[in-house]
């Protein structure tokens, strides 16, 4: 673990500039925001505030390396940058989880054990795609060859959410320049410090200048700049439904490229048959994990009548033991809520659920550490109705929804009483059980005995109002991050 004298070092020498054509850049306005320690509530650092004109900027470097030297590279000098920077991520990683955890208020364990082998992972695993993209030979009638390539679509806009700051930017926007395009980034404005220090590795590992650009700022003023700019080819966002209406309206206007990986209320379905003691497991970490601000997270739980009881006594014995604490503290599971915004929602979330009558199990307060900071106990209410607000609206905190089910049927149908279908868990022993119940299930990813997975070579998104298109997989960087050309050539 970093001790605090390094901490303190690292955020003394950071920038936080925007990023614009391999170098740091004020805001055209001067403007700059403030981002929070959510673990102390004080000020971390203050960043500069993007808006049009500096959106303009970088779209136009990005623009400029796509018709330049970025775009000229070869397909194996692209895979050995995205390989470099991987490499430079890996060295940097104390630094980057301690940075994430500052902004994020996530345990720094989960930063660095879990968020940044994934990303060094996800670059490394794009590294290696770059170099074997190809089209095909198609047989067609007449005397003709006829083939297909794989072409960058330009100029990508990736913007991101602040739960996973690092780790999403890394699924978009290492498949993203895999493919040959160059990247505007966008973090969230809740926590933008590691996705400035990205673009610095990135020319440190010897990318050209505007292949990645970062403009830290708010969605309405810079994400929406971003969506709507004519040079923009592709939006990749993660976020909120609710903001992903938004960014598939504005981008409509130039017809850009959208994919959308939204919100979710995932079920994880325990059957009588599961192994209980792994169920409970998998059922605390599938809500707990990050807080529950996860947009997987398992925050339905659909439990088997017959063992009702002695799932919720193993889970409240659980939850019970996630404890509360500085993000920086090795024991600490829980750690802070990102912002005293998301705090506010998650208690308002906690009411909601005691008003309409749902049994509080265990927690349901909100905590302070050192007599400061935004947290809340892990917190699950039982017996909760399908219908109640805790069962159908996304919270995006530590709270569980316990729900009873009587047999397969009631859990399929209980499981797809949501809007959303982006994740889902299943516990079971009966192999056809679960194999049924995998592909009765609305959702984009789900996890069998298992919660929580993720892997850079297997696709993940949603359908339903968790949006569309697939972060992470070959075959779906492929499919969103180029375009098919068809050439035809007269044989004769
Ligand atoms: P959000 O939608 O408020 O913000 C996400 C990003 O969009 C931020 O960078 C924000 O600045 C930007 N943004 C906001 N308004 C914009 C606009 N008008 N135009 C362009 N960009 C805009 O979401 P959030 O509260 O930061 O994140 C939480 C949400 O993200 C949850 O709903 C969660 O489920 C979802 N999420 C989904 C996935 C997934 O893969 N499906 C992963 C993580 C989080």
Redesign the pocket.
Known sequence: MADTDQNQRELDGLRTQQWIHNEWVESASGETFDTINPATGQLLARVASAGGQDVDRAVASAREAVVGEWGALDAHRRSHLILRLADLIEEHADELATLETHDNGKPFFESRKVDLPMVVDTFRYFGGMADKIHGETIPVSGPFLNYTRREPLGVVGC??????PLN?ASWKVAPALACGNAVVL?????TPLTALRLGELAAEAGFPPGALNVVPG???RA??A??RHPDVAAIS????????R??MR?AAETLKEVSL????KSPNVVFADADLGSAIRGANSGIFYGKGE???AGSRILVERSIYDDFLEGLEGRARKMSVGNPMESGTRLGAIVSQTQLERVMGYIQVGRDEGARLLTGGERREVDGRGYYVEATVFADVEPEMTIAQE?I?GPVAAVIPFDDFDDAVARANQTIYG?AAGIWTRDVGKAHRMAEAIDAGVVWINSYNRYDPASP???TKA??FGR?LGFQSALDKYTRTKSVWVALD
């Open positions: 913007i991101v959410p602040w739960n996973f999403l966008k973090p969230a404005e809740q708010f969605g309405d994400g929406s971003l969506v966002f993660t976020g909120s439904t609710e903001t992903g938004i960014v504005e990986e939204l919100g979710g996860v947009c997987a996304e995006f982006l993940f998104g949603g968790s949006g972060d």
